[in-house]
């Protein structure tokens, strides 16, 4: 057991989930503040070895941080000088929003899992991008890949929600290496029916326009997609992207589901509705990235995500056909240097490969 174990059991875990999470996130983000740490964590922590190329970009590793942890771009340098080769903010919306009512995240610590119902909570996409603008012109910003994800507002009706994603297109694609199309989420009513192939396609190619429209460069479009779509949906939404010339998909979001869990009835239960990460979402994320790399191969590159807790589970999804690896619930049950150690050792399972 580490001392963040005995950490996490004596004291995090007894605490609020979301003000644990946001007190340990300002640990992190004043502790980059000073001169010098970050970058000298980068160093010692950061991925080592040739890195990764996908959609047009070099990724010093395959290990990420999935959307969710940054949701307003807040902390950046903090999370990549603890070794994620890059990190990926929001969900953000079009316009800001508080969320869904606290408490609104709660911990299955027998499954190593989280359950949130957060809703999009954020400052809106003019804020985010002009903070993720200020970070591009201050020196001393570490070289790190910046993904952007972007959702829908609660307050827009499903039927304006193709303007609503245009609108945060264009005020952040400018800062974004990479931008997210997220409408995989179960905290934003309507949200998931997005999903549908006759929905989904007007939505991404408003938002392959809008970016082409802002940027002088391409900025990879990719689209993240929940594990609870049957695999006929799955295969709809792989045979959309090649389609439409998208860059990737991720795969996958959180689940509705609450099979197989360890916890009991009662701590299910108190966790309330919203969607399940962590552990338990594993094995089906690892079914959704086979059955997309059978139907797309090569043609896209796949981000995997969901119930990654291990170099051993990142090299099983690299192996299944991903690129690049993501996680989350997995870091704020490992710790600080959970990054980089499993950069570590998934450097060394690639370099073992027959």
């Not at 190619?205 to 940027?215: L, Y």
């Amino acid at each position: 057991m580490t001392a963040y174990d005995q950490l996490f059991r004596r004291v995090l875990s007894r605490l609020d989930a979301e003000t644990a999470h946001k007190g340990a996130f300002t640990a992190m983000r004043v502790a980059a503040r000073v001169p010098g740490l970050a970058a000298y964590g980068r160093r010692r922590l950061g991925p080592r070895g040739p890195g990764v190329e996908a959609f047009g970009l070099h990724f010093p590793g395959p290990l990420g941080l999935a959307a969710g942890f940054d949701k307003n771009a807040v902390g950046i340098d903090a999370l990549a000088a603890l070794g994620f080769a890059f990190v990926e903010v929001g969900t953000v919306t079009g316009r800001p929003q508080p969320g869904n009512p606290k408490p609104r995240l709660h911990r299955l610590v027998a499954d190593r899992a989280v359950v949130n119902r957060m809703g999009f909570n954020n400052d809106g996409a003019a804020v985010v991008a002009a903070r993720l603008a200020r970070r591009r012109r201050r020196r001393g910003a570490l070289p790190v890949v910046v993904g952007v994800n972007i959702g829908k507002s609660k307050v827009v009706p499903e039927a304006e929600a193709v303007g609503d994603y245009e609108a945060s297109t264009r005020l952040l694609a400018p800062y974004a290496d990479y931008l997210v199309v997220n409408v995989s989420s179960p905290n934003t009513p309507g949200l998931r029916d997005l999903q549908a192939v006759e929905k989904l396609r007007p939505l991404l190619t408003a938002v392959r326009a809008q970016a082409d429209a802002v940027t002088s460069r391409r900025v990879p479009l990719l689209v993240k997609i929940a594990p609870d779509l049957g695999d006929d949906d799955v295969l709809a939404v792989a045979k959309l992207a090649l389609e439409l010339e998208l860059d990737g998909i991720i795969a996958t979001n959180t689940t509705i589901g609450r099979d197989g869990l360890r916890s009991t009835p009662l701590a299910v239960e108190r966790a309330g509705a919203g969607g399940l990460s962590g552990a338990p979402l594993a094995d089906r994320s690892l079914a959704v990235l086979r059955l997309l790399h059978g139907a797309v191969g090569d043609r896209l590159t796949l981000v995997a995500a969901g119930g990654i807790g291990s170099a051993a589970d990142a090299h099983e999804r690299l192996r299944a056909g991903a690129t690049l690896v993501q996680a989350y619930t997995a870091f704020i049950y490992g710790g600080p240097f959970w990054p980089a150690r499993v950069q570590r050792e998934l450097a060394r399972l690639i370099e073992e490969e027959p």
